[in-house]
């Protein structure tokens, strides 16, 4: 119990100490919630103008895809941040002393979804700008607003273990890059899956990135009118997809993520 | 009921040896090709401070990763204050401090965040973390820097701030490695007596060096390591007894006679001559009268001298003749064997 107990708080006091480093370096937060804002507008007005969606319109549709790029490029700065800290040594600090031994890697992940809520608030702002609206209530906004959160949660653990990994930030970006940028754009994130050839179809339907991305258009309401049903499994219950997802990527890489912390090599 | 016994305990404390806060027997732990440790013991008393020297890569930053649980050995024990560094590691943290080789603070947050951070993370409670951190910023003279990024700080400045995290919890066991590499003569005379008092109180100190005086001045015990395993082991003056004898130590006026210096100095030394520049030192008998004799044999050779004197071996010469090299003075670092080879072809 007591051990839960200050788990907790030492997740709590390393999750501060991201915290304080977010408002020390604001460039690194202007430059986190600008790139989201360029997305949209890049998308919506190059993208927007030549792509047709029948039934609707391409810049409602475009927004959840957005989100969902983004959020999973934003895995990254949990990458970078633990990596620098190995790299500076701080990690070796933290080894030395009685605290818990999941409570930096936790405290990270946890702190980033920081990064997370304000990208998603400037998205939304941006979206609303260019014209997306929510057209299902309230509630179910909420609740699309929620696992996107949770899968960028998720994504955040895969990259929290690559941080460790990896011998400096600039690794985790480059590694990032090769990995998430496929992942993000063979999807239905900027077109719809069905238009895709079919290798790449196939990827994209079972894509969790495409899952999120579905079932957030769903909760939104931004699935255009007469889009026939989709054929894949995932895409048919994306919510459910991507939850199982999510379960999975944690159950896998926080155990990894906690033991590589045990075993890093130390600073020399 | 407690009370009564803890007088009678302390009184047994004294009869009985005193118990090893820090042991290990036979370290070792290797990268690849290379062996950093090569079957490593040691042994600290409590309320001693071992000093651990060496020269570069001799495994001293390795030796303390592994009794501060940073580093598994591939082979070997050791316990810290009692645990068992693999069997029961977080015993182990709670009872050290560690000012590690590269000072690990975070550039962020300011120094009073830094050390509030550690002490809450060694579970000191809220309040008493923040009189715990703003007490030894004052101890170590950061004061006036406290509330400022930590980025803003000089080397020395970081430096005493990540010592100031080694000390955040009171722990009974101390592990400083090259604590004073960086600072400057008033901070580290400050550090050393932070040292001794903390030592006086109790506590047990293992710190790494590679300046001889600081060994000298504040190690109970020094064991001397090369390529991971022990060379020597001993008090300063037991070392320095090792090997023996006086030194008589030459600077020249002129790089020009230093081949008829040597070639002088070589029929009188009884040990290997040590070369540094202008300057030389050869380990001899006889004392004054050998001086006098090597003085009017360099007087012949017309060699110029600019000082001359005898002096009792120091740490350094121990260092020198037990590892082949300079201990290091200033930052630098002389390899002698290529100078041993030219003063063989000489003689
Ligand atoms: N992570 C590592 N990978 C490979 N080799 C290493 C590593 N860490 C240390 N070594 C090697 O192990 C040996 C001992 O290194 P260690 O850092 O313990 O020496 P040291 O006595 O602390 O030296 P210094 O005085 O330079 O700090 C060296 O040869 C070093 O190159
Ligand atoms: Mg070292």
Redesign the pocket.
Known sequence: MDNIKFALADGVVIAKRNVIKIKRVPELLVSVLISPIIFVLLFAYVFGSSIEIQGGSYREFLISGIFAMNLTFSATLTGAGLAEDMQKGIIDRFRSLPMSRSAVVFGRTGSDVIYNVLSLIIMSITGFVVGWRIHNGLGKAILGFGLLLLFAYAMSWIMAYVGLLVPSPEVVSNASFMVIFPLSFIANTFVPAENLPTPLRVFAEWNPVSSVTQASREFFGNIPIGTPDPTAWPLQNPAVYTVIWVAIIIAIFAPLAVRRYKLA?TK? | MEAPRIGLLRLQKWKTPMKPMIEARSLSKR??E?I?LDGLDLSVPEGTILGLL?P???????AVSILTTLLVPDSGTATVAGADILASPREVRKNIGLSG?YAAVDEHLTGFENLDMIARLYHLGRQRSKSRARELLERFDLADAADRPVKTYSGGMRRRLDLAGALVAEAPVLFLD?PTTGLDPRSRTELWSIVRELVNQGRTCLL?T?YMEEADQLADDILVIDHGHEIAHGTADELKMMVGGERIALSLQSDASMDDARAVLIRYSVGELHVQGRSVTAPISGGAATLTEVLRALDSEGVKLRDVGLRRPTLDDVFLSLTGRVARTDDEETDISEQGVALEEAS
């Open positions: 090599p020399s | 990268y690849g290379v950093a060496g570069n890569g001799a495994g001293k930053t390795t080789q090259e790494t590679q």
